[in-house]
């Protein structure tokens, strides 16, 4: 079989499997009330609060799993289900996204290195789309290896994802046990919960890692 066409196959293999492991995983946890019922705006006042993080405000936000740590205004971004759900899933998630503000806190060297890529990784986002589209139809392998470069960029940016990630749910899965929120049968839940959260982000980087070397092949192609 022909590596591009194999690549592809394999891209949407990961990225399916990856997503359908979230999904059991989130909806699982989401149907499971805490027994201490502490809602994600709770948790998250919670460990804020023992981290000297008063300052930060926690906001409902629309969307769901639209949760996010916005570190430019300094507030905890939460979406319905988990700011006022009181399920180990709500839990678990507004736990993780205390644990970015705690990262930028403590001036976590990813978290910063990550933040201050994000313009240019935004470019390489769109650049790269087009420098490829233009390279491929038009045969030009200067505009393939522009594509390629800027995608590389985008592999950087999701490789240093990956430690801000599995970072953030460890402090995370800290505050938990720490501050009792949620019991040992529990928390064993929490944990598989943002596991399989933190696998998409793996899947994600392999992705990136295929699609580099699809359009490495094809550069090869077209210069023969």
Not at 101 to 128: E, M
Not at 166 to 186: H, P, Q, T, V
Not at 204 to 223: H, K, S, Y
Request: proline share 1%; with cysteine.
């Amino acid at each position: 079989m022909n590596f591009q066409y194999l690549a592809i196959i394999l891209t949407l293999i990961l990225t399916l499997g990856a997503q359908a492991y979230i999904n059991h995983w989130y909806n699982k946890t989401r149907r499971m009330a805490n027994k201490k019922g502490y809602s994600g705006f709770d948790t998250a006042r919670m460990i804020l609060d023992n981290n000297n993080l008063e300052n930060i405000k926690i906001v409902e936000t629309g969307g769901v799993l639209s949760d996010h740590y916005d570190p430019r205004n300094k507030v905890v971004r939460l979406s319905k289900d988990i700011y006022n759900g009181t399920t180990i899933a709500a839990v678990s998630v507004a736990a993780h996204e205390c644990g970015h503000a705690i990262q930028d806190k403590n001036g976590y060297i990813f978290l910063r290195f990550r933040n201050s890529i994000i313009p240019l990784v935004n470019f390489a986002s769109t650049a790269g789309y087009f420098a490829i589209i233009i390279g491929i139809f038009a045969s030009a392998l200067n505009f393939i290896v522009i594509g390629i470069f800027l995608e590389v960029i985008i592999l950087l940016f999701q490789l240093v994802t990956l430690p801000v990630e599995f970072n953030a749910s460890s402090r995370a899965l800290k505050a938990i046990n720490s501050y009792k929120i949620l019991d040992a049968k529990e928390q064993q839940n929490s944990k598989k919960m943002l596991q399989a959260a933190a696998m998409t982000y793996v899947a994600g980087v392999a992705t990136m890692v295929l699609e580099i070397l699809r359009l490495l092949a094809i550069f090869n192609n077209n210069r023969d």
